[in-house]
């Protein structure tokens, strides 16, 4: 028999009669053969045309050898296999090799992360995660959220919890500065590790503002007591009066350490009901925020 490519076998071995179910498999060996018969017709010494049936036996490397070789691989922790000759293979081999290198691909871990864009100083906060694999949800993993502060190349680890039945693992944190959140799933076997994609809270300053009084005259002093926390000496501490839909500012001074600062202003000439609000600027990586407003009745 004249040397055949794979992609050739199936039909050679039809043509000599050979159903796929006669095809053996040798475990030692680790290829397919099969015996078949084979019509021989010849002419002997005197010139008589003679026949006969020869019993022969084919070797060759099918798609299951093929498989067994590319396993190997795996085995031996190989970083890859070539195959000879591309267009002489038979094409269905790579069912099965995409099958065995699917399988040593590890499973992936997906991980998606949600939290809420802006949060004041000390409020805690969710950020909740969904874990999955292979598209289903991954239970009992064990998930860390981490924190990234703002102008950080360093992630912190906050807290960490398993997931649950559904993969869903929720986390109470109280931010105290602006920066970057991720929830983080380490690998485990035939797994990879996956972290969600990092999202932004901006932390905004927690202002509060305590008037001396709430009753002054006309042109009196009005004094607040005011403070921002967290505590940022030289912090812009500013007290503003509603002025129809605008705000104006009647007194600033800078915190000291401890995030405080008295304020003083003139009390408008008019007698009236007036609202007030104090507001911390904007410094580092803490946003802007202003503290419940508050009223003062001005009297004559």
Do not use: H
Request: proline residues 6%.
């Amino acid at each position: 028999m004249a040397s055949v490519s794979d992609v050739d076998i199936p039909a050679l071995l039809a043509s000599v009669g050979v159903a796929p179910t006669d095809i053996q498999w040798s475990d030692v060996d680790q290829e397919n053969w099969v015996y078949y018969d084979k019509k021989v017709n010849w002419t002997d010494g005197s010139g008589a045309t003679q026949t006969c049936t020869a019993k022969r036996v084919m070797w060759w490397v099918g798609p299951q050898a093929v498989l067994v070789r590319t396993q190997l691989v795996g085995e031996f922790g190989l970083s890859a296999a070539a195959y000879w000759t591309v267009g002489g293979d038979d094409p269905a081999q790579w069912p099965l090799i995409r099958s065995y290198a699917q399988s040593l691909a590890p499973a992936s871990t997906d991980v998606a992360a949600a939290g809420v864009p802006t949060a004041v100083y000390g409020t805690p906060i969710a950020v909740t995660a969904t874990v999955t694999s292979q598209g289903a949800p991954l239970a009992g993993a064990n998930a860390t959220v981490r924190f990234q502060r703002q102008g950080s190349k360093k992630w912190v680890d906050i807290a960490t919890q398993p997931t649950g039945p559904d993969g869903v693992v929720a986390f109470q944190v109280s931010p105290e500065a602006t920066g970057s959140w991720q929830v983080f799933v380490p690998g485990a076997d035939a797994r990879t590790e996956g972290a969600s994609a990092p999202f932004v809270t901006q932390v905004l300053s927690l202002v509060t503002g305590d008037p001396k009084d709430t009753r002054v005259s006309r042109g009196g002093r009005l004094v607040v007591k005011a403070s921002a926390r967290p505590a940022i000496q030289g912090q812009a501490i500013v007290l503003q009066v509603q002025r129809g839909e605008k705000w104006k500012n009647v007194a600033s001074l800078k915190a000291n350490a401890a995030g405080r600062a008295r304020l003083i202003a003139t009390a408008p000439a008019a007698k009236g009901l007036y609202v007030y609000r104090v507001v911390a600027v904007g410094k580092a990586d803490l946003f802007a925020n202003s503290s419940t407003e508050f009223r003062i009745r001005v009297t004559k």
